[in-house]
């Protein structure tokens, strides 16, 4: 799941009494996460009203905002074949592997956590406690753990189970004031959970998007990353890779869209259609980023997508305090009391731009600040692991 872990295999040449080479970095890989962790700063940054597609769906349904976080969790499956290489190379054994795994997990959870108790750190009887950082740390828990005991075989049936299992339990286990099968929102099994298991620690009232069931297929999203990124890894050629990548995320697109025809499509609850149809674009991306990088050598235009991708979680945790400090700093501007965002969006950006676009441009703006940061870190070498 590190962004320092994105690497393949060095090839062998025969010589057995040559040094091993440094593993070549995937520089594909870096540029689609850093594609992903920009959209997400993009869309979790709106100054006001969004356009549409920079928008979730209410409920059922599927914008482009709602592939991002999908995206990021197949990406950090897709890194766990490369970090279990590096770490076996550097002679680490199957109990250090998982020491490293549990520690990691833990530091980015505990970091989701801080992250919703900034500024004041004395929200502890309400704060939040699932998340998206939260859930990336979960599915990178028992994505790795599982890739560590079985093969591909054994790991596709198992992400099978958990979405066939999951969606079992969503239209068959009775709720509490609830109708058995009701995918409404609050009406739902995993909000009912949620709620049981999580009182006044979560998004709202009613449910929470990253609630506890709905990680079980969220699991099965990061599972799907692994399978791609034993196949990237594996020694069939850039273009079986590529091929065999497009032929398996087509099927996904097209089982997500067969079963979406009894199971809505919805992000909040993570149903198996939102799997397989988000693991699909996942691997179509990816397919298109290995063979426009690794292929053809075209990697010009990829390198700001790099420079986040290689400073990924850095990425996400500035944006997620930037955006609270900018709604700390506040003044009076007439009667109204404004912070920059709202005091840009409606003097300044208004002036020349319809409300959405007003928001673009903020949106823009804000990530451009956090670029510029992790540029600095980035021509500077510092890449900050978890």
């Known amino acids: 799941m590190s962004e320092s872990e994105s690497y393949c295999e060095p090839i062998d040449d025969g010589a057995a009494a040559a ?13 689609f996460r850093g594609l992903t962790i920009a959209g997400m700063i993009l869309v979790n940054n709106a100054g006001g009203t969004a356009f549409p597609p920079l928008r979730h769906a209410e409920w059922d349904g599927l914008t482009p905002t709602d592939l991002v976080f999908p995206f990021f969790v197949f990406i ?3 890194s766990i074949p490369f970090s279990f290489g590096n770490r076996r190379a550097g002679g680490s054994g199957t109990f250090g592997l998982i020491f490293r795994i549990l520690r990691r997990a833990l530091l980015i959870f505990g970091i989701g956590i801080l992250l919703h108790a900034f500024p ?45 299992g999951y969606a079992s339990a969503m239209l068959y286990v009775p709720v509490p004031d609830g109708a058995t099968g009701s995918l409404e929102r609050g009406y739902d099994l995993a909000s009912y959970i949620d709620r049981l298991l999580l009182p006044n620690h979560i998004y709202r009232e009613d449910y929470d998007p990253e609630g506890i069931l709905s990680t079980i297929p969220a699991i099965a999203s990061a599972l799907f990353g692994v399978l791609a990124g034993l196949l990237l890894k594996s020694k069939r050629t850039d273009y079986e890779k590529v091929a065999l990548l497009s032929v398996g995320a087509t099927a996904a697109l097209l089982a997500g ?38 292929i053809q050598g075209r990697r010009a235009w990829s390198t700001p997508l790099v420079v986040f991708g290689t400073n990924a979680i850095a990425a996400y945790v500035l944006a997620g305090l930037l955006s609270r400090v900018v709604g700390m700093i506040t003044w009076t501007v007439g009667d109204k009391t404004v912070n920059p965002r ?8 208004a002036k020349f731009a319809e409300p959405m676009e007003a928001s673009l441009l903020w949106s823009l703006l804000f990530v451009s600040t956090c670029f510029l940061v992790i540029l600095a870190l980035y021509v500077k070498k510092i890449f900050i692991k978890v």
């Open 19 to 31: 040094p091993a080479e440094k593993p070549r970095r995937l520089t594909s890989l870096d540029a």
């Open 257 to 294: 869209y067969f079963w979406s025809g009894g199971f809505p499509i919805n992000k909040a609850l993570w149903t198996p259609p939102f799997v397989l149809i988000t693991g699909g674009f996942a691997g179509l991306l990816l397919g298109l980023f290995y063979w426009l990088i690794e």
């Open 342 to 349: 709202s005091y840009l969006v409606s003097q300044v950006f």
């Open 76 to 78: 950090v499956g897709v």
């Open 120 to 164: 004041t750190f004395d929200n502890w009887a309400t704060i939040r406690i699932p998340g998206v950082l939260q859930r990336i740390a979960l599915c990178y828990l028992f994505a790795s753990i599982l890739a560590l005991l079985f093969g591909p075989r054994g790991l596709f049936t198992i992400a099978v189970i958990l979405l066939v």
